[in-house]
């Protein structure tokens, strides 16, 4: 089975710190995701990539970048750490182009910035 | 309006009782639907995606309607395993972005 693995599961970082999130799948796919989750705002898009060192802004991209070396791995980048970026993190792989496509998500990351 | 409705609930029912979520979409282009469920504290999971002639599995139905651009899940026979959140999901033709709803929350009592 298609395995997403985020580096932690809990963080506590300081204002003005620089966060990295770290995402790793298995699977050789091409398409990797960063979401975040808030209470009665849902999953919003952060940034994607569909391929190697190619990325794309999602809906709220401001605060953040990312980073792509490798197929299996996708790190997030807060480059200045901010209280409003206290938040769930999720990461999400997926097939490109295929027929029964399906988001693979990781078990998250749960960020509290003081 | 956002892109993607959906009544947050809860949806209280009990068990063995039938029930149906509606989600609406604003983009007209959207091309792929889906359910996916999120237990508390868990990553989302794929339920189901939906098809343009509606699909079942087991006790969960599907159904799309393109004209008035909302999709549904319905659960027959509801289990307590059941009680979740239900997140609707779309996807513009053409691109990567798959866009989320808030998600409906079912309880299903004993």
């Known amino acids: 089975d298609v395995k997403v693995t985020q580096s932690s599961r809990y963080l506590v970082k300081r204002t003005g710190e620089k966060v990295f999130l770290e995402c790793v799948q298995d699977m050789d796919h091409e398409n990797m995701f960063w979401y975040r989750q808030d209470p009665g705002l849902g999953l919003r898009l952060i940034y994607f990539?569909?391929?190697?060192?190619?990325?794309e802004k999602g809906d709220i991209p401001e605060g953040y970048s990312v980073s792509r070396e490798k197929k299996e791995r996708f790190s997030l980048i807060l480059e200045s750490a901010s209280t409003n970026q206290t938040s769930m993190y999720l990461c999400?792989?997926?097939?490109?182009?295929?027929?029964?496509?399906?988001?693979?998500f990781g078990s998250g990351t749960q960020l509290s910035v003081l | 309006r956002k892109e993607v409705e959906q009544d947050p609930g809860p949806f209280n029912v009990p068990e063995g009782a039938t029930v149906a979520f509606n989600c609406t979409y604003s983009n007209s282009a959207s091309q792929s639907f889906f359910w996916y469920r999120q237990d508390c504290r868990k990553e989302p999971k794929l339920l189901m995606s939906?098809?343009?002639s509606g699909n079942e599995d087991g006790r969960f139905t599907a159904q799309l309607n393109r004209a008035s651009q909302y999709i549904s899940l319905l659960i027959r026979d509801s289990k307590l395993s059941d009680s979740a959140t239900y997140l609707c999901?779309?996807?513009?033709?053409?691109?990567?972005?798959?866009?989320f709803g808030t998600g409906t929350r079912l309880k299903v009592l004993a």
């Open positions: 990539s569909y391929d190697v060192k190619m990325k």
């Open positions: 999901v779309v996807r513009g033709e053409g691109t990567y972005k798959y866009i």
């Open positions: 939906v098809y343009s």
């Open positions: 999400a792989s997926s097939v490109r182009g295929s027929p029964n496509e399906k988001l693979f």
